[in-house]
Every structure is written in C-alpha cells, then in structure tokens.
C-alpha cells in the first residue's frame, strides 16, 4: 500500500514550463520572453556591479558570522527598506508608526501578511486585478483567505486601464475586504494608473473601507526613479491609510535566488506597533522560522552606503533605460512592417512586461512555429529583447498576426 496513490499530478507552471522548452529547443534563433529576469543586450544574467562590490567587503569581514537572524529578520535592513518606499521625511517614519519585517522575497511578504491578514483580522474576501501576477490568487487563498474576486484592469479594446470598470468594482466590493494593488509596473500589463487615476482609487478605497495590500516588486527599477515608483503607496500612506505593501529585491538588485524581501506595515495608532511585531513574529516562527542573511545584508550595506547608493541608482537606470529603449525599437519595427493594429501600447507601458494583445491562439503560434517564448496570455518579458533579436521577434508578430488575424 501507499499514502500517496490519491496524490493526482498537478498542471505545470506556464512560466517555468516554458523555460524549459525553450532550454530544450535547439533552434538557432529562439527567444525567450517569458521569464521575468533582468537580460543584458547580450541576453545574458546581469549581477549588478554594485552587488560584487558589496559582497567582496562582506567577504572580507571577519565580524559576519552564520548565526541565525532574528526572527523578523536584520532590523537595519528593514529599516532602510521601508525609509526607502515611504521616504525618510514621511510622518509614518518620524512617528515610528512604520516599521518592516524582513520576508523570502516579495512573495514572502505577500505570505505573511496575507495570513496574518486572514488569521489575525478575520479576513475572508480578497481583490485582485484582472489579470495579474499568477501567483496572488494562490497565496491568498494558501494563506487562509475564502474567496478570490477580481476588479477589472486591462481594456482590451483601449489597451489600456480600464477605470470605470475598476471603480466600479470597488463599489461593489465589502466592506473590510483586502485589495492587491501593484504598486508600479504592473505584472502583467505594464500599465499603471496615473497620479489623478489613483486619487480616484483611494478615494472609493477610504469610502468602502477596504484595506490596501500593495505589491511593491519594480521600485527604481520601472522608470529608473525610486521616488516615482513609489508615489502610489506614499500618497495612500499621506492620505491616512494603513497598508501592509510587500518589497522584494529580485529585480532592482538582481538577487532572484537570494530571496530578499520586506513587509512594510503602516499603521496609524504608534501603540499597534508592539501587538503586531509580536502576532507576525508567531506567524514567521511557524512558517520558516527566520530568514535568510545573505541577501539582506548586500542590501543593506548598500542602502547605508551613500556611495554604493549612488552607484545602485545608477545600475537600476541602466536597467530601466535599456528596457525603456528596447519598447521603442519594438514598436518602430512592428510599425515599419506594417503590423495590423496600433502599437503605441507598447511604449505607454512601464516595466519588466508587455501585454502586446495577442490572443491566446496567436502566443502558441509564436511559441510553436517561431520559437518565440512568451505566455499564452499575451504578455512578454522586455527584458528579453535585444537589439540582435528586435527585428525577429517584430517579424514573427507580424507573420503571426497576418496568418491568424484578429479584431484589433
């Protein structure tokens, strides 16, 4: 006998399935566009300078040990984190009303907050953009949350946000429901609300008393400003909420596999702070225990070290601003093709992805016949686009769309 013969086989991650296709495929030519890491125009993995830098003093100092963190994790690491979401000048901060715990990567802290979220307030009900990240409906609900609904985001006809229906489904939502906001770079639209947009946004949130979750995975790295990137959950923050926004380091610091991430909570009474280090420190302790060190004190060496500081704002514009230039060859060359539809979505979006409006039928062909890697759904990977591959990947949308044609 066995326990496991109930055990059926579960359905593969797109990303990750795709990944290893394209590693498997021999074609001289394939692309990958569907995995969401940074790519220099070589494609290849970047480590930031930076973070060599920063590894060779910790390397070098004989004072590091291998002892087990706290079980929030390194607190100057924390710190400095959510001084550089709110900005150091920002009330929260003064009045120690803010604080972070130090999570694995940004999902960590969506982990943790969720289930502290669900266990310790009794929330039941989730929102979620349509679409978004893959992995949010999962955590939640993981976490101990009943029910998942969405809000619509993403107009396919205007290729862009679609604020009416987002609102609206605000309106309609419960009170003391949670709501998942991205807090730049939407995954997997690239498609961000504008500053007055998010004024409406918080509005209906303070109105239907909901409560925000942001999802904070791009900060520096979607426009090269780390204090645009964070406007949204700094206006909330002005505004008098209190939000739990989940940080991760993946992708400004290149540290994927290190798992480095922060839950910055902001609440508005200083007397919560103690009640709800020692109720996350319960649900750490019975999840994982403490974090890793490695990651957090790459960071955190950096983020005190005003040039090493420097020299990190540097490197996230050099990411930034060759994923900025790789969206405008895109767009020139699907539109010196000729290309059905209009393409300016491609540059009005912002970040690591592109929703380019491909449907699902028109994706499998570009995986299929072109060896072109990208999610079903449409979206893309800018990242992996260079300036070698532009012209084929332009191509192959092109082809793709003059073979299976669609309304655009």
């Not at 929260?92 to 999902?107: C, D, K, M, P, Y």
């Not at 998942?180 to 303070?206: F, M, R, S, Y």
């Not at 983020?303 to 514009?317: A, G, M, S, T, Y």
């Not at 767009?331 to 290309?339: A, F, N, P, Q, V």
Request: aromatic share 12%; with cysteine.
């Amino acid at each position: 006998m066995s326990w496991f013969n109930s055990v059926e086989l579960g359905p593969p991650i797109e990303v990750f399935q795709l990944t290893k296709q394209f590693l498997e495929d021999d074609f001289p030519q394939k692309v990958n566009l569907g995995v969401g890491a940074y790519r220099t125009d070589e494609g290849k993995p970047w480590v930031l300078p930076v973070v060599r830098a920063a590894e060779k003093v910790l390397a070098n100092d004989e004072t590091l040990n291998k002892e087990y963190l706290p079980v929030l994790g390194l607190d100057v690491f924390s710190s400095l984190s959510s001084k550089m979401l709110l900005g150091v000048e920002n009330p929260a901060i003064a009045e120690n009303r803010a604080f972070g715990v130090q999570t694995l990567s940004g999902t960590g802290a969506l982990r943790v907050g969720a289930e502290f979220l669900a266990k310790k307030l009794g929330k039941t009900i989730f929102y979620f953009s349509k679409p978004t990240w893959e992995n949010h409906r999962l955590l939640f609900l993981n976490a101990g949350f009943k029910e998942a609904r969405e809000y619509r985001y993403w107009h396919e006809e205007k290729r862009g946000l679609d604020l009416e229906g987002f609102l609206e489904d605000l309106r309609n939502a419960p009170e003391g429901a949670v709501v998942i906001l991205h807090a730049c770079a939407h995954n997997p639209t690239g498609c961000d609300p504008t500053e007055e947009q998010w004024g409406e946004i918080a509005k209906v949130i303070k109105e239907k008393k909901l409560f925000p979750f942001f999802d904070s995975a791009y900060q520096g790295f979607a426009s090269g400003d780390l204090d645009k990137d964070a406007w949204a959950v700094r206006y909330f923050v002005n505004q008098g909420f209190e939000i739990f926004c989940a940080q991760s380091y993946a992708k400004n610091f290149g540290l994927y596999n290190e798992r480095t991430g922060n839950l910055t909570v902001v609440s508005n009474n200083l007397a919560n702070v103690a009640p709800l280090k020692s109720q996350l420190t319960l649900i750490i302790r019975g999840m994982y225990s403490n974090p890793p060190s490695h990651g957090a004190r790459i960071v955190a060496h950096v983020l005190n070290n005003k040039e090493l500081f420097d020299q990190w704002r540097e490197n996230i514009k050099t990411m930034s601003s060759r994923i900025i230039q790789m969206r405008k060859r895109l767009r020139e060359e699907l539109e010196s093709l000729g290309t059905p539809g209009s393409w300016n979505h491609i540059t009005d979006q912002i970040g690591m992805f592109s929703y380019t409006g491909l449907n699902e039928a028109q994706s499998l062909l570009m995986v299929q016949k072109f060896h072109v890697y990208m999610l079903k759904s449409g979206r893309i990977s800018m990242c992996g686009i260079t300036p070698n591959n532009v012209n084929y990947v332009a191509k192959s949308i092109f082809e793709t769309l003059t073979t299976l044609p669609a309304k655009y």
